[in-house]
Every structure is written in structure tokens, then in C-alpha cells.
């Protein structure tokens, strides 16, 4: 008997509908006027159109500093964190050294501890360090997550055999000879699973630069978004055009990075 | 009988006050040189652009009034992240701003502790040193900064609450504009649902805002003549007025007479507005500025303002609900400077008048109240409604208002339990019993 799709497909394109439904409704709320952003009835279609949300978005706040600021900020943290990540990975799946268990265990475990709980102390040691200018400290808390530090180390101890490893010892290889030119390469879609991962911790982060940064044309884009929807006049129509535009960098790095990103995700999924 | 040995939530925040307090020792006591005249830049911290716009416009006075030449350097993030940046600022010792405005619901993290006499400025001797001052200004828009006998941050408002109704769907439905009692404006809002469709009355119900949740109730509750704490900053919600109050409310939103609507600044508010499904509402008087003229602007000359509906039992024709404070960081180079900007801005009598004007927000100063141009002041949005001399005529009624450290944890426990009156899930007597049990289990008092 022949099993027919139809239901399955139905489902998941009512699925696919659930969860655009917000960006479609952000992206038609910013081609409308600030009345007709909640009209009732609802209308997808912006009618009439308008671009004075964006105008306005853009002549009123340093919004495109913000928008670089983010930007620059996650591109960096997420370069430096994937590479670390990847580095301390590997070093505890393939080296043994005294406390290896114990320091393993101490990372994993402040997965458990909350941002919140670091922050301030974070926040005073980069202080009374004289590390605590705006564009150093963005990144520094994103450059070792122990999530990015566990997920590499499993990675590499189910698809880095130790062989490899031991062939271009033999052959001569330094240790981070190795590290460049073998293991890397064969990280590749864990990799961009990470890359995305920490690029959105890092863009969406909010806390932090609350805390750190008091100069508006420094602010990051959840900052800068957040004062135009504080106090009682929340300002919808520029906050729902700041918010389409801020959707693109992750939209684009999720394009790039499609193919490692699905890779590193359905690792492990299929029996070899 | 022993006492009852303290429980983890009270250990962990005895904890936490301890090490902030021991924070602040540490960060405190820097040497810093006054500055008593000349350039200064002030660094002022605040969540609404109005009061920007409002210092920034008060510079040239207070370069006049003042040995200082004032510049500002602005920053701006949300009422309860102001407080979190300025405590983890104030730890790290390095960033704190000159001026910071508290938004009256955020305060209470200041009183914790010791926080605000550490980290902020007694302003109780220089408005002493003022002729007069003191006596002008109106109590209850100082108590819910005080602590101890001290003074830590200036009213922006006198936010009275009234009630807003529009005006042509009044006419239109023959509905008399001026009911005297509560319980009469219900059963004619209970008609108005019936026949059409519409409500005179508004809770909100954002699950996630349980500031919002409770502000629905603590407006009436406040006029009935409850509170949620007294003077000492005790929880005195358990009450005969909160109990009235809540069931007054709970029994509109069967009869329609009040809708549940689940943001007053979002989107919900706005399509009932726009739709008609809300033609009256209580709310403060900021409400018109924050809430009708930026969601309905379409709506202008529709609306009017009135006093509230009194309720049969007792209680006013006003109550308070809102208002921020600025206060002053102490011990750093510009405190005085920041002080004299304070007091040579926001409390003479000309900064007071362009308050009203520009913000919208009321005097402070019982004097003002008189001042003429003020009284002739007429609202567009209002259909040219006096409303100055109609806010001058409630003035008397307005409540005390006090405020506890531990408010954040009645606003969540108090929201759950309202929800859930308004639901029918429990009669407001066990709502306020469970909240009241519910806040002394969690604050431990």
C-alpha cells in the first residue's frame, strides 16, 4: 500500500508558517506607519508602504554604529572563541597531563553558573586590570565558552583517531603542526556549528555591554534597540526596522556556514 | 519556644547585602577633588529622553543660578538596568554617573541594606539650606525615596491617577460623563459592555510584567485608601479596602464592565483603543503623554480626564501611581555641581512650570500649583480641557505612597495571585491571604 506525504508535508509547512510568522510579521511592521503597525484587522501587506521607519531609525541614532559595533564585536569574539575552543579541545581528547580530570571537570561545571553570577566580578577584575576598555572586554568574555571547549573535545575523541595523530608525529610533524594542518581540517563542520552558535551568543548579548558600556555610540544593538523601547514610548515602528536589519548578519553567517553547520549538527546521528 | 531558624533565601540575601555592602566599603573613600565652580561636564543617567531633553533645556538657567557652567554627557538604558549598571559600576569603582534617575518602581533595590546612604547623596540638608523649600515640597513625592531620615532622590511627578473616557462615544451613547461612585460607573459599564461591546475599565494581565499586573490594582487600591506597606515599610496588604478593591475588580471583569487586556502600552491596548473596546479607563497622568497620544493619535480632541469615582465605603478622588527620582552619586569630584544642576533645574519654580509643559509631568512644589500661567494652560488632546486646574482641585487627595526593599518579591507573588482572582481560580480574600503568606515566607518578614 502506497503511504502518502501529504500529512507530514502539511504539518511541516504549517510548522514552517509558525515560525515565520513573527519575522514576517516584524518585516511588514517596518514598512508601516506607527498607527497601523497594530491595526485591527491585521494586514500583512504594509498598505501604505513606507520608508520612514528606516529614515528615522537611521537620522535619529548612531544606529549603524551600533550595528558595527555588534557586528565587529561577535565576528572577532566567534574567530578567536571557535579557534580556542577547537585548541582546548583537543587538548583534553588527545593529552594526558596531571589534573586533566580535574580541570576538565571545573569547566564543565561552570556551564551551571549562570552569566549573571560572573558579571560583576568579570566586570572588576578587567577594571582593576586596566583591561576594561569597550572593544577589548566586549569580546573577552565570549573567546573561551565551556560549552564551545566540551563540544570540540568530544568532536575530536569520536573523529580524530589517535593514528592520524601518531603518523605525522612519526613524520616528523610539530605538535602544532599537527593541530593546524590535521586536526583543524577534520573539524570543519563542528566548527561552523560553533561558529553560528557563539556569533549569536555574542551579537545578542545584552548584559555585558549593559554593564560595561555607558557611551551611547558604543552601545551594541541590543542596547541601542533597548533605548529606543524604554520608558513608556515604545517605539515599535523603529524598533521592529532595527530589528529586521539586525536579523541579517546571523542570516548571512547561518547562509555561509549551511553546509558545516548541518554537517556538525547530525554528527553522531547516523549509525557508521 | 525557639525562634525559627533563618531560611536559605534569607541566609543568601543577608549574604549578598553583606558582600554589596562590603563592595561599596571598598570602592568608597577614593580621594576626590570637588569641583566648586567652573566647565563641568555632568554624566546623567536616565531611561526617558524627555528628561534629557528637559536637563539639556535647563542648562542656561542653571549656569545663571550657579558658580558652574554645565555640559551633560547622556546615557540611556531601561529604568531596571540603570540600577544594575550603577551597582555594578559603583563595585568595580570607576563609571558611576554624576545624576542617575530611579524610576519609582526600581528604587527599592536602593534600599536594600544600606545601598542608598553608601552610594548616594543626602539631599535633606541642601534643600534645608533653601528658604521655604522644604515646607513647599510635598511629602508624599519625597517618602518613597527616603530612608532613615534621609533623602535620596527628587520627585519628577506628582502622578495622580484619573479617570480618562472618551468623551464623543459619552455623548453618543447618552452615558452621563460625571458618576459619583465606583459602584455606579460599573453597573453603567456593565450596560456599555452589553449594548456595545466596550469596557470602562482596564487590568492588565502581561504575564512576564508583574509591575504592570499589579499596577491595575494598586491605583484603586491606593484611592480606597489600602497600601501594600506603611511608613515603616511594612506589608499591610492584607486589608478590608484590598479585599473590596480586588473584588470590585473581579466581579467587573464578569459583568465586562472591566476587560483584561494584556499590555497598557503594547499592542493589545492599542487595537482596544483603536476597535473602541476600551472608551475608559483609570490610569496616572502621565498615561495621556505615554500612552493615548503616542497609540491613538488619531483620537485627539476625543479624549477627557476627570477625577476617579469615589467608592461608596471611603477613600479619595486620587491616587499616585509612577514618577522618577534623580538622585545624586556621592562623594565624587562633581557631586555639588550635581546637586546645584538638581536644585537649580528640577525644583525652582521656572523649572517646575517647564516640567509641566514640556513632560507633562506635575509640580512637586505645593506652591506651583498656583501659578497662573499653568492654570491656563488648555490640553489639544483633551478637546482644550483645563487639566491643570483639574489636577490642582484633586492635589489634597493624593495618598501617601511608601515603599519596601522588598517590593520586587510582593510585585511577583502578588501578580500570581491577582491572575488568578481575575480568573476565578480563588476569591480575592485567599488571593491576598496566599500573597500576604507568600511575601513573608519569601522576604522573610
Known amino acids: 500500500m502506497m503511504r502518502t506525504r501529504t500529512p507530514l508535508y502539511g504539518t511541516l509547512v504549517l510548522l514552517l508558517l509558525a515560525f515565520l510568522a513573527p519575522l514576517l510579521w516584524a518585516l511588514s511592521g517596518s514598512f508601516k506607519p506607527r498607527g497601523d503597525i497594530f491595526a485591527y484587522p491585521p494586514r500583512l501587506l504594509p498598505d501604505p508602504f513606507t520608508l520612514d521607519n528606516y529614515q528615522r531609525l537611521f537620522s535619529g541614532q548612531p544606529f549603524w554604529r551600533w550595528f558595527l559595533m555588534s557586528t565587529v564585536v561577535a565576528l572577532v569574539a566567534t574567530t578567536v572563541s571557535v579557534f580556542v575552543c577547537a585548541l582546548a579541545g583537543y587538548g583534553f581528547a588527545k593529552y594526558r597531563f596531571a589534573g586533566k580530570r580535574l580541570l576538565f571537570g571545573v569547566m564543565f561545571s561552570s556551564l551551571s553558573v549562570p552569566f549573571a553570577v560572573i558579571l560583576v566580578p568579570l566586570f572588576v577584575i578587567l577594571v582593576k586590570t586596566g583591561l576594561g576598555s569597550p572593544w577589548f572586554a566586549l569580546i573577552v568574555p565570549w573567546v573561551a565558552p565551556a560549552f564551545g571547549i566540551f563540544m570540540m573535545q568530544q568532536y575530536i575523541v569520536q573523529s580524530v583517531p589517535d593514528s592520524v595523530i601518531e603518523a605525522a608525529r612519526i613524520d616528523g610533524a610539530s605538535e602544532f603542526g599537527i593541530f593546524r594542518t590535521i586536526v583543524l581540517p577534520l573539524l570543519r563542520p563542528s566548527l561552523g556549528a560553533l561558529a553560528v552558535w557563539q556569533f549569536l551568543q555574542s551579537y545578542n548579548s545584552f548584559l555585558w555591554p549593559l554593564v560595561l558600556v555607558s557611551d551611547s555610540s558604543q552601545y551594541t544593538l541590543p542596547l541601542g534597540l533597548q533605548t529606543l523601547f524604554v520608558s513608556e514610548q515604545r517605539q515599535y515602528d523603529l524598533v521592529l526596522a532595527g530589528a529586521v536589519i539586525a536579523v541579517v548578519p546571523a542570516v548571512a553567517l547561518f547562509v555561509v556556514l549551511r553546509k558545516q553547520l548541518l554537517e556538525g549538527l547530525s554528527t553522531g546521528a547516523v549509525k557508521g | ?445
Not at chain 2, 531611561?47 to 542653571?62: K, S, V
Not at chain 2, 478590608?240 to 464592565?257: I, V
Not at chain 2, 490642582?392 to 482572582?421: E, K, T, W
Request: proline residues 6%; charged residues 20%; hydrophobic residues 40%.
Open chain 2, 1 to 445: 519556644m525557639f525562634p525559627a531558624p533563618p531560611t536559605r533565601r534569607t541566609l543568601l540575601r543577608g549574604a549578598l547585602g553583606l558582600s554589596t555592602a562590603a563592595a561599596l566599603t571598598a570602592c568608597g573613600g577614593g580621594s576626590t577633588t570637588a569641583r566648586t565652580s567652573g566647565d563641568v561636564t555632568l554624566s546623567l543617567w536616565t531611561h526617558d529622553p524627555g528628561y534629557e531633553d528637559f536637563f539639556r533645556m535647563g542648562i542656561p538657567e542653571a549656569d545663571r543660578l550657579t558658580d558652574f557652567r554645565y555640559h551633560l554627557d547622556v546615557t540611556r538604558a531601561g529604568p531596571g538596568d540603570l540600577v544594575t549598571k550603577l551597582l555594578a559600576q559603583a563595585v568595580a569603582g570607576r563609571g558611576t554617573p554624576d545624576t542617575i534617575g530611579f524610576e519609582i518602581g526600581s528604587f527599592p533595590r536602593m534600599l536594600r541594606g544600606d545601598i542608598a546612604p553608601r552610594l548616594l547623596h543626602d539631599l535633606t540638608p541642601d534643600i534645608a539650606a533653601v528658604p521655604g523649600l522644604k515646607e513647599d515640597l510635598l511629602p508624599a513625592r519625597l517618602a518613597p525615596y527616603s530612608k532613615d531620615g534621609g533623602l535620596y532622590a527628587l520627585d519628577s511627578d506628582t502622578p495622580m491617577v484619573v479617570y480618562y473616557y472618551r468623551d464623543d462615544l459619552f455623548s453618543k451613547w447618552n452615558l452621563p460623563p460625571d458618576t459619583a461612585t465606583w459602584e455606579e460607573h460599573a453597573e453603567l459599564g456593565a450596560r456599555v459592555h452589553k449594548d456595545h461591546g466596550a469596557s470602562l475599565c482596564v487590568v492588565s494581565t502581561v504575564g512576564s510584567d508583574a509591575g504592570q499586573v499589579v499596577q491595575s490594582f494598586q491605583m484603586l487600591l491606593y484611592q480606597r485608601g489600602g497600601a501594600f506597606f506603611d511608613a515603616e515599610g511594612e506589608l499591610v496588604l492584607d486589608s478590608p479596602e484590598a479585599e473590596e478593591t480586588l473584588r470590585f475588580l473581579c466581579e467587573g471583569l464578569r459583568t465586562g464592565f472591566v476587560i483584561d487586556i494584556s499590555d497598557y502600552y503594547g499592542a493589545a491596548m492599542q487595537t482596544a483603543l483603536k476597535t473602541n473596546k476600551v472608551v475608559g479607563l483609570p490610569m496616572a497622568i502621565w498615561y495621556k503623554n505615554y500612552g493615548l497620544v503616542p497609540n491613538v493619535p488619531e483620537q485627539k480632541g476625543r479624549w477627557r480626564v476627570r477625577g476617579l469615582p469615589r467608592f461608596t465605603k471611603g477613600g479619595g478622588v486620587t491616587a499616585a501611581l509612577g514618577g522618577t527620582g534623580f538622585g545624586v552619586v556621592k562623594d565624587k569630584a562633581n557631586t555639588e555641581a550635581a546637586v546645584d544642576f538638581l536644585l537649580n533645574t528640577w525644583l525652582t519654580h521656572d523649572g517646575q512650570v517647564r516640567r509641566f509643559t514640556e513632560t507633562g509631568y506635575l509640580p512637586t512644589r505645593r506652591s506651583v500649583y498656583e501659578d497662573p500661567a499653568l492654570n491656563a494652560t488648555k490640553d489639544d488632546f483633551c478637546g482644550g480641557q483645563q487639566l491643570f486646574k483639574l489636577y490642582r482641585s484633586l492635589l489634597p487627595d493624593v495618598p501617601a505612597f511608601y515603599q519596601s526593599p522588598d517590593q520586587s518579591i510582593l510585585f511577583d507573588v502578588l501578580a500570581g495571585n491577582l491572575l488568578r482572582a481575575y480568573r476565578g481560580d480563588v476569591s480575592p480574600r485567599r488571593a491576598l491571604q496566599q500573597t500576604a503568606a507568600d511575601y513573608r515566607d519569601q522576604a522573610g518578614r
